[in-house]
């Protein structure tokens, strides 16, 4: 058999027959490569570049067509034909190379955007003709007839603090203004009047913000490009008062409670308006050097922002807006209000231009709201041709059936497991938790990835599906859910909360104690994905569609974003389909938000999607307690609904056979 | 000749013949009659009571048919021709007795007033399906629909915070709820929730504002049965910051002076709103007792007044609204605004429901505003069939010509003379302020008429006006205004500013000071009526109408509620005309606010009016200087002009040649 020399990076080179695996190689040529799943392929943790390869890839499985095309390779599963140069990227360089890990951040603006036709707030430059004894009309008067002369304007509404400021104005301006205005379909309505023509490179800013129960986010915008100038998050300052929406509405009927999440989430905002401001001060100033604004005190300030749109689910917008959430919480579970009017930024309390046009975009029901709507629309479901999944699941499951015929919707209470809530080492995604687990199928050995590449200090939710799927696959726990308590490792153990697996010890941790989970972890997160599932399930019955028809799942909410496919596929959180099918969309709440931003048209869409929508109530629907029984196994009941996860565990129980 | 028997009243009776005047009668009888004119006819103090009358009035002058009806007759010049008996009431009877004096309190309702066709804010009980596990629609939806298949008003719109009472209103009534809302054109606005059916007989309420720059006045109305349930006027505040408009302009311009202005006016509207609303209480305990109001603290309170309709001149309005009006004293003087939509009182800052509907009238021009289009509109000007003048006359001398089919205006600054201002005895029409003179034409004494009963302080508008007319009549001044300084009196001396006629001496004066008048004062007084002449003259010509073909004169104002016509004839101030063509109005202002508070017509009408007016500038015009000249005489260089005033002279001088 041929030999070929496989050389690593810097650290020499081997020579292998043909058909011998890269990490063979690389355990001949003394170079550590991380595999954590035992070499079946499935962690990607392995992964390698090939520069002037000769090798075949047996399984491209956790890598994109776009990394394999940059060259890379899961070692474990590629075998040497030629002579090659293998570069091993160190585990940190891994992560923020492979294109199937990356965020997207900045959005495409929506092809063919044209401020002229589909902004509703535009700003124009008018000149007057000065009152004279001949001519003494007022001002507000002299106003309107240039616009109607000038622009092709609706007629023009105006707010008593700016008919406050029209004489200065106008006469500061020597007759010349500025108007920023938002259009409706029977009138438009001033937002802004600045003295003198403000030059076009004065940049005219946007808000889309997505109030999440956990996490707020902003994106700056700048309106005639599209351009997202800058984005910002941070903690709903609400959490403080209650982790879930549940208990935040439990908080709100207390003395002041209200008043209280009011201020909390506007904090948030009016916290996140600043940083983005900043944020994209600091990136003007180098780009756009000493910009001329004779009528602007600097090249952009927050009274510049002079439109917004808001999602959020349903709860964090009657808080935002103050308006008792209460009725939400008890049967039969109503809101106060859906479709919201547009605002002003003074009346919702944002720290941008007073009279800045607010758009909170509609809900559809207690439990699926404006998150939702701009969801489907950002993920484009509503026009989807074939039958289409959404689901943005955190604390709250949103599913969404469809296609640009019909929208079925549902939501089904997960509880607070796949959040880090309700498990004892369970924690929020941040620095510390263990986001991704793989299971020696051998040794019973956990390795771990961690956010922020520090000790552990808990498990946030992708890595406790991460856990729960390698524990099933490798058999730590059965498809009941028990944990194995005649696994030959002494990771399993009765601890003080009954039989438990230690997936960190002690003196590898942050906080120096083990970390482990328990049967009732367990217990709680069958009872989470299976609330998922079956919602998923009833969906497809209401409407008589397999959901074998579904062509597509696109998954949003930032949760959303870290689920490992597989995982959730194997512990029967999202249905079996091929990994192709699965699009992860990010946060499709903002995402929609900045559309509507942008677009009437898509503001409108999110309206008709509102109304196209019927929403399914779980809790009033016999058959979802059914499907919910059913959903409280590893993966299902029903193995025939999850035949690749039948295959996989034969996979490894081959593997294990072998060894 | 025949012998007639005369009695007055318990004084014993006299032998009279044929022809005797009563006053004649009165002497011999040793009954006292006031005759503060000499016996002209002129001053109406004389009027006595004739009972079984044998008498002929040969004048009429100073009562109205009303009065002639119910019996009266001036004592001077009614001549006996039978037995009568006489009653001589005193002078306070007097007062209080004649109709002429009377001023008119209570407005008719409009005539087939009918709320559900004329009223723009209206109530409505609305009973709604409660929601339930098959129907969750929002609180709003639910609402709505109810409001849709309930009643006919258009799409409904809501506010933040009456959407942050909806949950708990729809609630706390067991889905039953009276909704009070505000009826536009393409929508109606909600303006109130409350939980329950309200009874029908709880008063629905509203406000009639006038703001005067001397004086703000409030109606309370009932708005479905139109009533008027109290009045109150008070001072306008702001006073203190300045007399007339353009000072009041001037402070604005201050540090916080537009904000201090503002928050003065509102203290006096919402004193006056307190006032009303304690006058309202007092009356209704008695009326309606132990009226249950199940879901209403009171019967009556401040919240339930929904709807307010507000005018005053347009500095007024802007100070009101906290505009700047610094245009409006400036060349070429235009307003901000003349046309303001309807704002809630929250955003004015009236204490009554916050979310009321508060209609600004509209105004034409910088000097001619909101008090003189709702004038128009209550005089019946804008309707009228024949040409008619309309007069408002206080600091501005605000002056509308027209009829049905068309209307031009000005505003001739007349300072404030009328108002007590300019002159060195002058002051406002309150307690101690002379309000009307009678001089003897031969001894030159003087008779006084003061407001209050009271020792005389100084002389206000009315009592200047009728001063000068008795000393230009009885040649105390010549034509030109200059005092006679050959007067046969000591009341003609040398004071400190010059020639001056002593009105009061120091022992008769609440102040212990001789009250005087001197050239300069007059020639104050005839720049300001001759500045009101001249427009009128300016108007008839600008239209080619001559002043005579004028059929009727309407006088609105407070202040022209007390202007005696005559001596308004006889000092060149009103055209001469027959006495029957002058109607006194009252306050057209508050009345023209009344009916559109009460109809939506009467508001369209007079937006109408604004609209219809044709503004004409008068420091622009040419002929105002020749014609303002020409009125700088008493009455005026062309005695042609007052025919009825060159006759007087000439009895005058009868009488003294009699004497």
Same mark, same amino acid.
Do not use: R
């Given at each position: 058999m041929a030999e070929h020399t496989i050389s690593f990076d810097h650290n020499g080179s081997v020579s292998v027959p043909t058909g011998t695996l890269l990490t063979e190689a690389a355990v001949q040529a003394g170079v550590f490569i991380s595999q954590p799943c035992g070499g079946q392929g499935r962690c990607g943790r392995c992964a390698v570049k090939v520069l002037d390869g000769g090798v075949r890839r047996r399984s491209t499985l956790r890598l994109s067509e776009e990394d394999v095309a940059a060259g890379y390779a899961l070692a474990c599963q590629t075998v040497v034909e030629g002579d090659a140069q293998i570069i091993v990227p160190d585990q940190d360089t891994l992560e923020r190379t492979l294109t199937s890990d990356r965020v997207v951040a900045q959005p495409a603006v929506p092809p063919g955007y044209d401020p002229q036709r589909d902004q509703s707030v535009r700003r124009y430059c008018l000149t007057l003709t000065p009152p004279t004894m001949d001519d003494q009309r007022d001002d507000w008067s002299r106003l309107q007839t240039a616009v109607s002369q000038q622009t092709d304007l609706p007629q023009l509404t105006i707010s008593l603090s700016l008919l406050r400021q029209i004489g200065p104005v106008l006469r500061q301006g020597d007759w010349q203004v500025t108007v920023v205005v938002s259009i409706g379909e029977n009138a438009a309505r001033l937002i802004n009047l600045l003295p003198g023509h403000v030059p076009e490179d004065i940049p005219l800013l946007g808000l889309a913000i997505d109030i999440g129960t956990t996490t707020v986010s902003v994106w700056l915008v700048e309106l005639n490009s599209g351009e997202v100038i800058a984005q910002a998050a941070e903690y709903n300052r609400q959490i403080r008062c209650g982790e879930d929406v549940i208990s935040r509405i439990i908080y709100a009927g207390k003395n002041n409670g209200q008043a209280e999440l009011r201020r909390l989430v506007l904090e948030s905002i009016n916290t996140l308006v600043e940083r983005v401001m900043k944020k994209a001060k600091g990136d003007r100033r180098s780009e756009v050097?000493? %910009?001329? #604004? !004779?009528? %602007?005190? #600097? !090249?952009?300030?927050?009274?510049?922002?002079?439109k917004a749109t808001i999602v959020g689910n349903s709860i964090m917008m009657h808080l935002l807006l103050g308006i008792p959430a209460e009725s939400i919480r008890l049967s039969p579970f109503v809101t106060a209000v859906n479709q919201l009017p547009p605002y002003t930024a003074q009346e919702i309390g944002l720290d941008i231009h007073p009279q800045a046009e607010v758009i909170c975009l509609p809900g559809v029901a207690s439990y699926v709201g404006a998150d939702i709507t701009a969801g489907v629309l950002s993920s484009g479901l509503d026009d989807a041709p074939e039958v289409s999944l959404f689901m943005d699941v955190g604390t709250n499951g949103e599913i969404v059936l469809g296609c640009r015929d019909w929208l079925v919707t549902c939501a089904c209470s997960a509880g607070p497991a796949f959040e880090g809530g309700g498990v004892h080492d369970g924690m929020r995604a941040t620095r510390g938790a263990i986001e991704a687990v793989w299971i020696d199928c051998r040794t019973y050995e956990p390795t771990l990835r961690v956010i922020g590449n520090s000790k552990p200090r808990g498990l946030c939710g992708s890595g406790l599906i991460s856990l729960l799927a390698e524990m099933f696959l490798t058999g730590v726990v059965d498809k009941g859910g028990h944990l194995n308590q005649h696994l030959a490792t002494e990771r399993m153990r009765q601890g003080e909360n009954g039989l438990e697996y230690v997936i960190a010890w002690a003196d590898e941790t942050w906080h120096g104690r083990d970390i482990a989970i328990t049967n009732v972890d367990i217990d709680n997160l069958i009872r989470a994905k299976g609330a998922v599932y079956a919602g998923i399930s009833v969906l497809a019955e209401s409407v008589g569609v397999p959901l074998e028809m579904a062509e597509q799942v696109l998954i949003g909410g930032s949760f959303g974003k870290y689920i490992n496919v597989e995982n959730g596929i194997q512990i029967g959180l999202l249905p079996d389909m091929p990994w192709d099918n699965f699009k992860f969309l990010g946060n499709t709440a903002v995402l929609g938000a900045y559309y509507a931003l942008l677009s009437q048209t898509a503001q409108q869409r999110i309206g008709e999607i509102a109304g196209r929508m019927t929403y399914i109530e779980l809790s009033a629907d016999n058959s979802f307690y059914e499907a919910f029984t059913s959903a409280l196994f590893l993966p299902h009941t029903d193995l025939n609904r999850f035949p690749s996860v039948a295959a996989q565990i034969e996979d490894v129980k081959v593997t294990v056979a072998d060894s």
């Open positions: 050097g000493d %910009l001329e #604004s !004779p009528n %602007l005190q #600097s !090249p952009i300030s927050q009274s510049q922002i002079v």
